[in-house]
Structure formats: structure tokens, C-alpha cells
């Protein structure tokens, strides 16, 4: 019964939608805001197609992602998953990975996308 509790309570913090100072800025270096942001795990997957291919190849070189789902959104296994994307990816094919994953993560936790 405790795991379906930690498993309940590791979706609910994951799931929710943060504040906007936490949310996750999309930016195209490191001086060019996009305008987007995100402020919870299905805005971030969203916001993936609304971005230029620059941002989410800026971000994802940094390592940016990963420590936002981990570090606001305390999900350290999709930082995990997210952190296994081959770092030679680019362009179309990287936003597809980064989605993809992040669809399979809201999957797992009953998300419908």
C-alpha cells in the first residue's frame, strides 16, 4: 500500500502546474526569450511544437530539461530518461525524442495525450 501511496504522491508532484516563477522559459540563447514558458509537464510537452528547433536545441545541449523535470517538477526519472537522449541529436528528430519521452512519462502516470 505504501508504493501506491509514494507512486500517488510522485504523480501529483510531478502533474501539477507551478507558479510562474518556476515555470520553464524557453529561450533561443542565452539572451533571446522566446515568450513561451511552461509551468507544468503537459505545458512543457505543448510548448515543444510551439518553439523554434533553436530553442529546444539550446536547451536540451544544456541539459535544461532535465533539470527542470528533476529539480521543480521532482521527477528524477524523467530527468533520467530525458538525460539518455543521444546528445548528437538535433534538429526535427530531437524535438521528436524529447516528446516522445515526455508523452511516454504522462502515459505512465494516466495521462491520456
Excluded: C
Aim: aromatic letters at 8%; glycine letters at 8%; a neutral charge.
Amino acid at each position: 500500500m505504501a508504493s501506491s501511496t509514494n507512486s500517488q504522491d510522485t504523480a501529483t508532484g510531478v502533474l501539477r502546474v507551478v507558479s510562474v516563477p518556476e515555470a520553464f522559459l524557453f529561450f533561443i540563447n542565452a539572451e533571446r526569450y522566446t515568450g513561451e514558458f511552461a509551468t507544468s509537464l503537459r505545458g512543457l510537452l505543448s510548448k515543444l511544437d510551439r518553439v523554434p528547433l533553436e530553442s529546444v536545441e539550446f536547451h536540451f545541449q544544456r541539459g535544461d530539461f532535465e533539470k527542470w523535470v528533476g529539480r521543480t517538477l521532482g521527477d528524477e526519472g524523467l530527468a533520467t530518461r530525458l538525460r539518455q537522449i543521444d546528445r548528437l541529436t538535433r534538429g526535427e528528430e530531437l524535438r521528436v525524442a524529447i516528446k516522445e519521452t515526455i508523452r511516454k512519462r504522462l502515459e505512465e502516470f494516466g495521462q491520456a495525450v
